[in-house]
């Protein structure tokens, strides 16, 4: 912008002193023809005052006609101040007052002579060789009866008509130089003044170009087309920002949501490369955005099957649907969905795949195969036995009472196992479901612990079990009565069932708090440990299953239904709390149970 200023002010400068200048020229032109006419006029009146008062002589010896003309041209110079000459009509000199005349050549072809002849009066400028400077020349002629017989010049000097215009040059000059000057500042004033709403529009637009839509034109002088130029590049800005806004909401929408999105999101674009690449596709791909952007499809070190449905989709541009399972990072089922992406409802774009991690949900259904398949196993068993007895009582065996009682009795225990195995299939469905509603209220845990235990004794006594427990005095926490007495009997009856006789088992509580020292308990621990048989470390992962039995033979014959464990972690998590085991073979097992002492 600052060379446009300079540009424009040169302009202004050329312009105005051009003018000036020309000015100045055709001042000093007419100044000068105006003191050339202003002498050509003296001279002429001077010349007719020569002519009417000059005594002409024209008879004598040539020296007496020169004496004669030599002394009046000297008095003429004296009282004019001007050069005088007297030519025959042949251009011979007759007398000159500043030279003599034989010294002089013919005049007869000087301009003012040939002027004169043609009409009454001659003028001429030009440099005299004999004063050494530049003169101006008047002649009339001399006549007598008709006819010229002589002429009268006057030469008169032009340096002062010179020296006066050198003056008009130098003040001309002067002048130009100052107009240059004031010129130049105006110019550059005015200059600044044009450029400096322009250097600002040009400011904010590329402030504008670089994304930058805050900035804004401030012309508060300017009514004219500048100032509606800054006003419309307002106008713009504040568009421009508006929409953009908009589009970096909508942007960041967008971005929120595949980056929040549980399935994976690919898109591949019509030159085979990925273009974008979402959270949940780089933990389901084992692979970081940065190692996949930009890249082809097929050079991305993935899984064959994975690569050949992206072809295949690109090749027939339909929607394919498969399920693959993907050994990196971790073995896992995904449902892949390739969608071709189409631009302006005709051109192929490239190819969107969604990736959705069903290994839950395939295991999910092969847990409730397996416990349909577990519920029909352990309800076979007792419907077996109570068939088979029935049909042996049927058969005669009624009669003989002692064997009748015994059958009686074995399929009384089956009944009663098969009710305990219904009741706690229905109990683990409603719990599943969260049908359940919980009475959270508060819980003194010494006295609540207290009375689990008393329950206990009876079961323990037979056993010659150990029941004992470690717990603080003002413990309270919020739970639902009923259900933590669910959990804590069952926990005790296994320690009971799988210790054993003489064998201990204890009940230790711990407030914990979560955060800094010094604050204020928040977390309750709960420990159930017992001396038992324990669990091989391979079992631990899975105690928590419905229908997983360590021993499948012990489990029935201590009359166990195999759900316990798995009714007391969801009741556990129903109080928004964690349960983990730890065992070892012969020595004994340890759950372990955090909960919040108040609920959320």
């Known amino acids: 912008m600052n060379k446009f200023r300079v540009r424009l002010t040169m302009i202004f400068v050329l312009i105005i002193g051009s003018s000036v200048l020309v000015a100045g020229l055709f001042m000093a032109k007419k100044l000068q023809d105006s003191y050339i006419d202003s002498l050509q006029g003296n001279m002429k009146r001077e010349l007719q005052v020569m002519l009417a008062t000059l005594d002409w002589k024209q008879s004598g010896t040539a020296a007496d006609i020169e004496r004669h003309y030599a002394g009046w041209a000297e008095r ?15 251009g011979t000199v007759i007398a000159d007052s500043d030279r003599r005349s034989a010294e002089m050549e013919n005049h007869a072809d000087r301009e ?30 001399v006549k007598e009866a008709g006819s ?23 003040g001309l000059l002067g002048g130009l130089l100052a107009v240059f000057v004031l010129a130049g500042l105006i110019s550059y004033r005015v200059a600044y003044g044009f450029t400096r709403p322009i250097e600002l529009i040009t400011r904010v637009a590329q402030q504008i170009t670089d994304m930058n839509y805050k900035y804004r034109v401030s012309l508060p002088s300017h009514k004219d087309e500048i100032g509606q130029l800054g006003q419309a590049i307002n106008q713009m800005a504040d568009s421009l920002q508006l929409q953009m806004e908009r589009i970096s909401e909508d942007e960041n929408r967008l971005k929120s949501v595949l980056e929040n999105m549980i399935s994976g999101v690919v898109m591949i674009d019509r030159e085979g490369r ?26 991305a070190k993935q899984q064959l099957e994975f690569m050949q449905l992206i072809q295949e989709c690109v090749d027939t541009k339909e929607h394919i649907r498969d399920e693959v399972i993907f050994y990196y990072p971790a073995e896992r089922i995904l449902e892949i969905n390739l969608n071709p992406i189409w631009q302006n409802n005709d051109v192929w774009a490239g190819v969107l795949i969604v990736l959705h991690d069903i290994t839950a949900v395939r295991r999910l259904e092969r847990m409730r195969s397996e416990f349909v398949a577990n519920v029909s196993h352990e309800l076979k068993t007792p419907i077996a036995a109570v068939k088979g007895f029935a049909e042996t009582l049927l058969a005669g065996a009624l009669n003989d009472k002692d064997t009748a009682r015994s059958f009686l009795q074995i399929i009384f225990d089956e009944s009663d196992r098969l009710n305990r195995l219904i009741g706690d299939i229905l109990e683990l469905s409603k719990i599943e479901s969260k049908r359940i509603p919980l009475q959270f209220s508060p819980v003194h845990l010494q006295t609540f612990i207290g009375d689990c235990l008393h329950v206990m004794e009876a079961e323990a006594r037979k056993k010659s079990i ?35 006789e ?24 709960l420990h159930i440990a017992d001396t038992g048989i324990g669990i091989p470390k391979k079992d631990l992962p899975r105690i928590f299953e ?30 928004k709390g964690t349960i983990r085991v730890e065992s070892e073979v012969g020595v004994g097992t340890r759950f372990t149970i955090e909960l919040p002492l108040l609920q959320p």
């Not at 596709?281 to 970081?288: I, Q, Y």
């Open 546 to 575: 419905r229908f997983y039995r360590v021993d499948k033979a012990r489990s029935r014959s201590s009359g166990g239904t195999g759900l316990g464990l798995s009714i007391v972690k969801h009741l556990v998590e129903l109080h």
């Open 76 to 90: 003429l110079k004296q009282s004019a101040d001007t050069r005088v000459t007297f030519i025959r009509e042949d």
């Open 502 to 525: 003489g064998g201990k088992v204890k009940i230790k509580v711990e407030p914990i708090a979560s955060g800094a020292e010094g604050e204020e308990y928040d977390k309750v621990r």
């Open 466 to 500: 150990e029941l004992s427990m470690q717990v603080p005095g003002e413990v309270y926490m919020e739970a639902d009565e009923d259900r933590l007495r669910q959990i804590l009997m069952n926990l005790m009856s296994n320690g009971i069932n799988y210790t054993p």
């Open 148 to 170: 010229s017989v002589a002429y009268v010049r006057l030469a008169m000097s032009l340096e002062q008509v010179e020296q006066a215009i050198r003056r008009v040059w130098y």
């Open 112 to 141: 003012e002579i040939v002027q004169a002849k043609r009409s009454s009066i001659g003028y001429a400028k030009r440099y005299s060789d004999t004063l050494q400077q530049n003169m101006l020349y008047a002649a009339v002629p």
């Open 274 to 299: 990925i273009a974008l690449l979402n959270r949940s596709a780089e933990e389901l791909l084992g692979f970081a955005a940065q190692e996949l952007l930009g890249k082809k499809f097929d050079q």
